[in-house]
């Protein structure tokens, strides 16, 4: 959801603009797997123990196989519930 003035005042330009909007493609959000590498490598750098690390690359790893290629904002609390069901 993007809150912003879009400073229209005509609404079928307003509306133009928003559609606009929804069909790009984004191009600054992340694939599922980018985002869990970026996640492992912060857990990393605070120095968390090893094992917690160990439990968090393997969850990386079974969401990058189930879901390849998702971006981070295509990823649904339903399809978590799919995926722990699995």
Known sequence: MIRKSLDL???EAANRLVRDWEIETP????IIEEASKRFLAD?????LSSDT???FELLAAE???QFPSWLVNRFTPDDMVKFREG
Do not use: F, M, Q, Y
Request: proline share 6%; hydrophobic share 35%.
């Open 9 to 11: 005042t005509n609404w």
């Open 27 to 30: 191009k600054d959000i992340p």
């Open 43 to 47: 857990l990393n750098s605070r120095g």
């Open 53 to 55: 690390v160990k439990k």
């Open 63 to 65: 969401l990058a196989e």
